[in-house]
């Protein structure tokens, strides 16, 4: 096969499937998993797990109490296996997630256009590459037309590199403009490529090293500052405490010693970020099985306080099939043959716009003349919306939107006819395209002869107006963008539901009010790529949680600067998008965007019931350590630091995780979007009363249990065992969105199931006397478990009470 004639079929299926067998797949190699050692040792590197260790050994060494001791190494061992395990199951999802989203390429296997997984591409297949494509693998150009790539991540130069056939192939990567390179993207125009090199092979595989490793999100970030700072916290108040007691003499310093590990600990939340995580990733697990793929975990949040949707239309809302459904020709002009020069489209690939061209000048007999050949190309650009072709003869024809094409052709009867039909055929919400041309090979040429108008439908989702009227009851705002006429885009808004006044241009924008119009917007037509990016500043700047939807290359600026980027996925949705937005959705519809703002605002809420609930049993252990070494002085310690271990253990991970599974009751659209942070001033006044709620309750179970005159170790089990049930029916009140046993609170069974099981656990621990000398626990008489169970019952109610008095019954976003 020669090698025009290898360009133009490629390779046959059996030869790829050598090539991939003898060379393998066209992937970066996996860098080797970390051993199970080098997770362990990550793990006690975590200042939480550090301050656990430490806590241990002076238990161990200086105190010499044995059985605390090994409890506080065996809970420590504990966390260290729960975090190895979630890691490794982290990278597995990750993993997953990102088969999910691998880049695809176009090939030419026996003389047809295939879109196949990047991995399959071997040495010697002829790849065709777009504006927003990445590129799979180092190869030589064989055609261009007008391309341009970005090889910033190769070369360090922000400027794009033009890129022709028979350029340079050697000397620095820089200089190489007749070569392209795995990874780079393509910033303009289109291309031909026959791919050299794959894999580990190319430029890209030589510095794979450094592009490994794990980029921690915000709320990863947040969570890990925070859990550092309550240890030096922790530390911190122990060491103040020792302090105190020595200060005021008749405690053992021993003792002391022991009352400050015990503070220490009582104050570390200590599988916080390993629950919170594990309720995120699991999260969004779920919502890649519904088709949204979260690629930050953060977004989940932004996407749970989202206020405004602003939305494409094609592909979003419509099918994104476009059929030629009306033309108007100028008599004597050959419509469908212009439509069939000006056409990137080959083989039922493309451009939607293209493709559907193709096709209408198919049902008219006109197909694309074998030997025409292109002498220049300017490609589709969504600056000019236009584009141009010349062809032998030479005949330039432009194809683009009316307003645009129009004005360059020659004043006459026939431009005025089709300057007339658009806005009547734009009304009835179908896009419109003019056609014209001239003999010249100037690509900018003015004086042209209009040829026609296309007009093109795109039929409604049927899933959209759903869509708008749960965004609409949720509290969101949707706004849809469109390159599209104001007048189509008017006929589409009013269909789903979206209020389209006022209907803005980008041509309109221009003075002094631009971003008071774009805030007002209900639709933005005829708009540009900054145009976008002003509209997500300008509504960030009011203070709204903006989603930006977008598949294209130009979308990619606002995708990164929304709140939220969703990028479209599918054939027409480019790698550039998805690299810049934190959201994939798999079918691009509005309707499964919105079920990613439910599933946000669900796990917003047990992300904030979470950090609610195992901050205020904290509180309320510390309450008790600190109040007790004062109030107890017989005790000496109110509560043992392996009774704290143990309590922290079970309640931080049983519960907390059943949290973060939990479907609250009600419809998380059916309110308005939760504003407040995770730990807003409000939720931290709220956490502050009900650890005095819990506190007070077990410090008053204790009095009645030293004047009943038991002994040390019963008074110390009464204070476990009601702070245990107090805290199991804290689930509940940080779970309620009103009031703690609203209607629906029964189908939180995993909740049910955890404080359930918590329960039975530490009962069998408490009457087990194996098991409770582990513990320091002794029996109990019936009323110091009836004290335990009133305790319990009484704690929602006096939160309800408190959060009465606080007016909290007349919200509904409430996250805690």
């Known amino acids: 096969m020669d090698a025009t004639t290898h360009a133009r079929n490629g390779l046959s299926d059996d030869a790829a499937a050598r090539l991939l067998a003898e060379h393998g797949p066209n992937a970066l190699p996996e860098p080797k998993p970390p051993s199970v050692f080098v997770r362990i040792a990550r793990q006690l590197a975590d200042p939480l797990s550090i301050l656990l260790l430490g806590a241990g050994a002076v238990t161990l060494l200086v105190l010499r109490e044995v059985p605390e001791g090994a409890a506080i190494v065996a809970i420590l061992l504990v966390n260290v296996t729960i975090g190895v395990t979630q890691e490794m199951k982290a990278e597995q999802a990750v993993r997953a997630l990102r088969t999910m989203t691998a880049p695809m390429a176009k090939v030419r296997r026996d003389g047809v256009v295939r879109r196949v997984p990047a991995a399959e591409v071997v040495p010697g297949d002829v790849v065709e590459v777009a504006a927003g494509d990445r590129v799979p693998a180092d190869g030589r150009v064989l055609e261009a037309a007008s391309l341009a790539v970005n090889e910033s991540m190769l070369t360090g130069e922000s400027r794009s590199a033009g890129k022709r056939p028979g350029g340079a192939t050697d000397g620095p990567l820089g200089d190489r403009d007749g070569e392209l390179f795995s990874g780079s993207m393509v910033v303009r125009g289109s291309g031909v490529a026959l791919v050299e090199r794959t894999g580990a092979g190319t430029q890209m595989g030589r510095i794979a090293s450094a592009l490994h490793g794990h980029v921690k999100g915000p709320l990863e970030v947040e969570l890990a500052k925070v859990s550092k ?58 919502m890649a099985r519904l088709g949204v793929i979260v690629r930050r975990l953060s977004a989940i949040q932004a996407l749970g306080a989202t206020t405004v949707i602003a939305t494409d239309k094609t592909g979003t809302l419509t099918t994104g099939r476009l059929a030629v459904t009306d033309h108007v020709a100028v008599p004597g002009a050959d419509l469908w043959l212009a439509a069939v020069r000006c056409n990137d489209a080959r083989d039922g690939l493309g451009d939607a716009v293209d493709v559907a061209l193709l096709d209408a000048a ?64 734009a009304r009835k919400g179908l896009r419109v395209l003019a056609l014209a041309e001239r003999d010249t090979d100037d690509l900018d040429a003015a004086g042209l002869r209009p040829v026609g108008l296309v007009c093109l439908s795109d039929e409604i989702r049927a ?19 469109t390159g599209d006429h104001p007048d189509t885009a008017r006929a589409v808004a009013e269909e789903v539901g979206i209020e389209p006044e006022p209907v803005v241009t980008g041509a309109g924008l221009d003075g002094g009010d631009r971003a008071q119009r774009l805030r007002e917007a209900g639709v933005l037509a005829r708009v540009d790529p900054a145009t976008k990016l002003d509209l997500v500043q300008a509504l960030r700047d009011s203070g709204e949680v903006v989603a930006m939807t977008g598949d294209g290359v130009n979308d990619a600026p606002a995708l990164r600067h929304a709140d939220v980027g969703v990028a479209m996925a599918g054939d027409e949705g480019t790698d550039v998008a998805r690299e810049a937005a934190a959201v994939v959705v798999t079918n691009g519809e509005l309707g499964t965007i919105v079920t990613g703002v439910r599933q946000g605002r669900r796990l917003h809420h ?211």
Request: with cysteine.
């Open 463 to 481: 899933s959209a107006a759903q869509a708008v009227a749960d965004c609409r009851e949720g509290g969101i705002r949707v706004v849809m963008v």
């Open 606 to 816: 047990n992300v904030g019931s979470m950090i609610g609930y195992l901050l205020t049993g904290n509180l309320a252990e510390i309450f008790l350590v600190l109040v007790g070494l004062f109030a107890w002085p017989d005790l000496v310690i109110p509560l043992l630091p392996v009774q704290l271990l143990w309590i922290n253990l079970v309640l931080d991970g049983i519960p907390a995780i059943a949290l973060g599974l939990d479907r609250a009751p009600g419809d998380p659209l059916s309110g308005l979007p939760a504003r407040d942070g995770l730990l807003s001033g409000r939720v931290l006044a709220r956490i502050a009363v009900r650890s005095l709620i819990v506190g007070l309750l077990v410090f008053a179970a204790v009095e009645v249990a030293r004047r009943l005159g038991w002994s040390d170790e019963q008074v110390r089990t009464q204070a476990v065992l009601t702070l245990v049930f107090a805290r199991l029916t804290l689930a509940y009140v940080a779970r309620a969105r009103r009031w703690t046993f609203e209607a629906g609170w029964l189908r939180g069974r995993a909740v049910l199931a955890a404080v359930l099981g918590t329960a039975a656990l530490q009962a069998m621990v408490t009457l087990v006397p194996p098991l409770g000398l582990l513990l320091a626990l002794a029996p109990l008489p019936p009323v110091g478990w009836a004290m335990a169970f009133g305790a319990a019952l009484l704690t929602p109610f006096l939160c309800d009470l408190a959060r009465w008095a606080g007016g909290a019954a007349r919200r509904t976003d409430a996250p805690v």
């Open 362 to 425: 198919g049902r008219h007999g006109v197909r694309r003349a074998p030997g025409e050949a292109r002498l220049a190309t300017r490609p589709f650009d969504a600056d000019t919306r236009s584009m141009a072709v010349v062809t032998d003869g030479p005949v330039l024809t432009v194809k683009g939107a009316p307003e645009v094409v129009l004005p360059r052709c020659a004043p006459g009867e026939a431009t005025g006819l089709l300057a007339r039909a658009v806005p009547e055929l």
């Open 229 to 286: 700072r309550i240890g030096v916290l922790a530390v911190a108040a122990g060491v103040v405490m020792v302090a105190l007691g020595l200060a005021r003499g008749g405690i053992a310093p021993l003792d002391l010693v022991l009352a400050g590990v015990a503070l220490a600990i009582a104050a570390v939340p200590e599988s916080m970020a390993a629950a919170v995580t594990t309720a995120l990733a699991l999260g969004s697990q779920r």
